[in-house]
């Protein structure tokens, strides 16, 4: 996960709806956008369950400038110290799943407070003419790298210190070689 400033486990509000509750998800994009799950918490030490159908869709997801920190260290702290945080994939690698053989482009990366690493893949040539153009999410443990990716995008994206949150404001210039 790329260290920036909200982490999992954090207790967090909307500036703007003043929507609260805790970071259960931070997903990296391909675009250079993050988004961050937030789900509303009961008391200090329960959150709101997804399998609970009358809580289902209470998850709301946000750019990281939206959110103001409430609470760093909560009832959630040993959750987040157990959360795992990295994974051998990266954004552009091309994957396959060792299950279904779907291949593609790992395009985002999301880490949860509760489960393990899952990549977006969008779908190579081959798939996308049978699943239509959709990408499909896999845990990480699933995905092997066919290649990985040609340019290090978090080092391009570092090196844009003005960059906007949304995936329009991000103009990545790619190596000489690459197509």
């Given at each position: ?6 982490q ?15 970071v ?12 961050i ?49 990295d ?26 407070l509760?489960?393990t690493p ?11 003419k049978?699943?239509?153009y ?7 443990v ?6 990985k990716?040609?340019?290090d ?6 090196e ?12 990545k210039?790619r ?5």
């Amino acid at each position: 996960m790329q260290d920036k400033t909200i982490q999992l486990g954090w207790r967090v509000r909307d500036r703007i709806s003043g929507f609260e509750g805790i970071v259960i998800d931070v997903a990296d994009h391909i675009s250079g956008c993050r988004r961050i799950g937030v789900r509303p918490a009961v008391d200090d030490s329960k959150i709101l369950s997804s399998a609970d159908s009358s809580t289902r869709g209470d998850e709301e997801f946000f750019y990281e400038d939206e959110l103001l920190v409430v609470d760093e260290e909560g009832k959630f702290e040993n959750y987040a110290k157990k959360a795992k945080v990295d994974t051998h994939i990266s954004l552009g690698d091309e994957v396959v799943d060792d299950i279904t053989d779907f291949s593609g482009t790992v395009t985002t990366i999301s880490y949860n407070l509760f489960n393990t690493p899952q990549a977006a893949v969008s779908p190579d040539q081959i798939h996308s003419k049978e699943h239509g153009y959709d990408r499909e999410w896999f845990d990480d443990v699933r995905l092997t790298v066919k290649e990985k990716s040609k340019f290090d995008l978090s080092e391009e994206l570092e090196e844009t210190p003005d960059q906007g949150t949304g995936a329009m404001s991000v103009e990545k210039n790619r190596p000489e070689d690459s197509p």
